[in-house]
């Protein structure tokens, strides 16, 4: 059994779709209310460490994508969450993987994703007086800033 193999019978249960976008990888879709039972499962077997926490913005289909991603060796593992792009909230993973804090504090001051019970909810890049509600990697960041001057 390849690690692949091991991670996609750990998360059978959350799985809504899993996808092999290439060798060596897996991609599966988890609702937001399953992502801390889903990382504890994948901690708990000790499958891999997560490598990042990507945010992806798609306006046109109103929704934000947030990436987990998992390395066991060669293997990379991806748990794909979509939320809503207007007040986007997802549960922190913090209590399982302390290391996610960075991450999460990253998704929420770049793509304004409030990110509930994470430890250290402060500004991490952006200075002090950058104005709320506004967030660099959206992709309508350019046409937001432009407003805002």
Do not use: N
Not at 1 to 14: D, F, I, R, S
Request: glycine fraction near 6%; proline fraction near 6%; charge should be negative.
């Amino acid at each position: 059994m390849t690690a692949l193999e091991q991670a996609q019978g750990l998360l059978a249960a959350w799985a809504q779709e899993t996808r092999t976008p290439e060798a060596g990888r897996l991609d599966v879709v988890i609702a937001p209310e399953k992502l801390v039972a889903a990382t504890t499962a994948l901690f708990d077997a000790r499958w891999g460490y997560l490598a990042g926490i990507t945010g992806l913005d798609a306006p046109k289909s109103g929704q934000i994508e947030v990436l987990y991603h998992f390395c066991a060796g060669a293997y990379v593992l991806t748990l794909r969450i979509a939320l809503a792009r207007e007040k986007p909230s997802i549960a922190s993973i913090c209590s399982v993987i302390p290391a996610a804090s960075m991450f999460e504090r990253e998704l929420a001051e770049m793509f304004g994703v409030a990110v509930v019970g994470t430890p250290d909810p402060s500004r991490l890049f952006l200075p002090d007086d950058w104005q709320d509600g506004v967030y660099p990697l959206r992709k309508d960041f350019a046409e937001e800033a432009s407003h805002a001057e």
